[in-house]
Structures are given as C-alpha cells and as structure tokens.
Nanobody, 121 residues
Framework: QVQLVESGGGLVQAGGSLRLSCAASGSIFRINTMGWYRQAPGKQRELVATITRSGNTNYADSVKGRFTISRDNAKNTVYLQMNSLKPDDTASYYC???????????????WGKGTLVTVSS
C-alpha cells in the first residue's frame, strides 16, 4: 500500500507565499518523477510542476519564476514553494508520484487527496 499525503495549504493574501509538502509512504522501492497538479472549481486538473529523481524540473508557464519545486529523495518528499501568489492560483493542489512498489515490475502513478490553496485579492 502506498500513500501520498499533502500539507501546507491554506488562505493567503495576494502577493504572499505558501510551501506545500507531499510525503510518500508505504511499500516503495523507488520514486521516479514527482509533481504537483492543481484543479480550480469548474476547471480541469492542470500541471503545475514536475521534478525527476535526478532533479530536472518542468513548470507550467503560468507559475514560472514564482513557484519552485524540490524534493528530498531520502524522505520520499516533494515540495512546492509558491511565491507572489495570485487569486488565479486558487485551487486544490494534488501531489503525483510515478513510483515502483516493492515486488512490482513496473511503475505506476499515485495521487494524493489534495490540499486547498486560497488566494484572496
């Protein structure tokens, strides 16, 4: 069994910062790419940022220069530092991990349950 648990969401004023964390636990052999996605009310889930095991990153254009993704492989944890937040960043943020479970021969995608970020104007 594998769990991804997000934390760090909340209410913040425009221009403020938040740091999200996502810890993976369970019968994990190796975690490949980890990422953050978000879904605003009435909209589809969209990519925010991803990071490979070796540290290569990818960002949505809408967050480049404001958000930073990082990870701690020893702790199976991924972070998202969000600065200069805007009301348009309001959404539920979901953690994603492409990982190989102990005893499995192929990696699979896992998702957290999400953490809500609300940015007031």
């Amino acid at each position: 069994q594998v769990q991804l648990v997000e934390s760090g969401g909340g209410l913040v004023q425009a221009g403020g910062s938040l740091r999200l964390s996502c810890a993976a636990s369970g019968s994990i052999f190796r975690i490949n790419t980890m990422g953050w996605y978000r879904q605003a009310p009435g909209k589809q889930r969209e990519l925010v940022a991803t990071i490979t095991r070796s540290g290569n990153t990818n960002y949505a254009d809408s967050v480049k220069g404001r958000f930073t993704i990082s990870r701690d492989n020893a702790k199976n944890t991924v972070y998202l530092q969000m600065n200069s937040l805007k009301p348009d960043d309001t959404a539920s943020y979901y953690c994603n991990a492409d990982l190989l479970r102990l005893g499995s021969s192929r990696p699979m995608d896992y998702w957290g349950k999400g953490t809500l970020v609300t940015v007031s104007s």
